[in-house]
């Protein structure tokens, strides 16, 4: 399967990677530190929102 076939997500994640790949290695480091730390963020936000939407939580 080739990389135009696969479902690539719509937020933009592989051109952020493939940018952070073309970076020097110090760099490269950082930008995916900060990568993890958005994402990490992203989904502490979604796991909030889900426990506040699910019945009987209040």
Excluded: C, F, V
Excluded at 11 to 29: C, F, M, N, T, V
Excluded at 39 to 45: A, C, D, F, P, T
Aim: net charge negative.
């Amino acid at each position: 399967m080739s990389e135009e076939t696969t479902s690539a997500p719509t937020d933009g994640l592989w051109s952020r990677l493939r940018l952070i790949e073309g970076q020097p290695l110090p760099a490269r480091a950082d930008a995916y530190a900060s990568l993890h730390d958005e994402l990490s963020r992203r989904l502490e936000n979604g796991a909030k929102l889900d426990q506040r939407e699910t019945p009987g939580s209040r």
